[in-house]
């Protein structure tokens, strides 16, 4: 966030043309990788993610294995060619962070008990980074799992909500995110209506986080829609 002046919004249009509460596009494919069990190629405006999931499988190191239920584990990770900037390969404290935000907001819609002394694998690799990156892996990820067979109480749906120029939009792109006021991030199991991310950087009043909410609410039903038609085509034949 910084003090930077730009003008956001122009005739209710942002930058990039679109409304306050428009997405960016949103491309899904499903079940890209042969050696995955699971797998999805999203892109999300900019942002180009390959999620693939690996499991119900033996864990190793065995001493981390839960005889009740399966253990989730998640790696999210940055290409160092995804953005402008050449980025330092290998894990660093953003990746650390997001790799367990984004397991955490994934893991409450799997159906771990199904499968005890077993662990669940979720990579994430940002191909191409443009603000949105971990909402973009949830929604390549929880498409993974289902691709993959695992058995989920429902499907996990992310978007970033925000404050730029004064005004609650959704979906940041990447100048909304370096100078706008707030950026929300959050994961929700739309079937459920239960909120499994919510971070949030900057600041917002009270009103204007349950305005955010609802934003988010919004978008994460419309992704939840597309992940949904993206599993249907995959599987209708
Ligand atoms: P998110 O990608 O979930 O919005 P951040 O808010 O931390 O997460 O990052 C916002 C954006 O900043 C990223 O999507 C990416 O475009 C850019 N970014 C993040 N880390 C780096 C980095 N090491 N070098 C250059 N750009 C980066």
Same mark, same amino acid.
């Given at each position: 966030?910084?003090?930077?002046?730009?003008?956001?919004?122009?005739?209710?249009?942002?930058?990039?043309?679109?409304?306050?509460?428009?997405?960016?596009?949103?491309?899904?494919?499903?079940?890209?990788?042969?050696?995955?069990?699971?797998?999805?190629?999203?892109?999300?405006?900019?942002?180009?993610?390959?999620?693939?999931?690996?499991? !119900?499988?033996?864990?190793?190191?065995?001493?981390?294995?839960?005889?009740?239920?399966?253990?989730?584990?998640?790696?999210?990770?940055?290409?160092?060619?995804?953005?402008?900037?050449?980025?330092? !390969?290998?894990?660093?404290?953003?990746?650390?962070?997001?790799?367990?935000?984004?397991?955490?907001?994934?893991?409450?819609?799997?159906?771990?008990?199904?499968?005890?002394?077993?662990?669940?694998?979720?990579?994430?690799?940002?191909?191409?980074?443009?603000?949105?990156?971990?909402?973009?892996?949830?929604?390549?990820?929880?498409?993974?799992?289902?691709?993959?067979?695992? !058995?989920?109480?429902?499907?996990?749906?992310?978007?970033?909500?925000?404050?730029?120029?004064?005004?609650?939009?959704?979906?940041?792109?990447?100048?909304?995110?370096?100078?706008?006021?707030?950026?929300?991030?959050?994961?929700?199991?739309?079937?459920?209506?239960?909120?499994?991310?919510?971070?949030?950087?900057?600041?917002?009043?009270?009103?204007?986080?349950?305005?955010?909410?609802?934003?988010?609410?919004?978008?994460?039903?419309?992704?939840?829609?597309?992940?949904?038609?993206?599993?249907?085509?995959?599987?209708?034949?």
């Amino acid at each position: 966030m910084s003090d930077k002046t730009i003008e956001f919004i122009e005739k209710g249009r942002r930058l990039d043309g679109r409304k306050l509460d428009e997405l960016r596009p949103i491309k899904i494919e499903v079940g890209v990788l042969k050696r995955a069990n699971g797998s999805c190629y999203m892109e999300s405006g900019g942002n180009k993610v390959m999620a693939a999931v690996y499991g !119900p499988r033996e864990v190793h190191p065995r001493r981390m294995e839960d005889a009740t239920k399966a253990i989730v584990r998640c790696r999210y990770n940055m290409a160092s060619f995804s953005v402008e900037d050449r980025k330092r !390969p290998g894990p660093d404290r953003r990746s650390v962070e997001i790799s367990k935000v984004s397991r955490e907001a994934i893991e409450p819609i799997i159906i771990k008990e199904h499968f005890p002394r077993s662990a669940i694998d979720i990579f994430i690799e940002i191909l191409q980074a443009d603000a949105g990156t971990r909402t973009a892996g949830i929604n390549a990820a929880s498409v993974a799992l289902a691709d993959a067979g695992i !058995p989920m109480r429902g499907l996990v749906s992310a978007c970033a909500t925000g404050k730029v120029g004064g005004h609650i939009v959704l979906d940041l792109m990447k100048e909304e995110d370096n100078y706008g006021e707030a950026d929300v991030p959050i994961a929700m199991d739309v079937q459920n209506d239960k909120v499994t991310l919510l971070q949030m950087d900057g600041r917002l009043t009270q009103d204007e986080f349950k305005q955010a909410l609802e934003l988010a609410r919004k978008g994460c039903k419309e992704i939840y829609e597309m992940q949904r038609q993206a599993l249907i085509a995959k599987y209708t034949v």
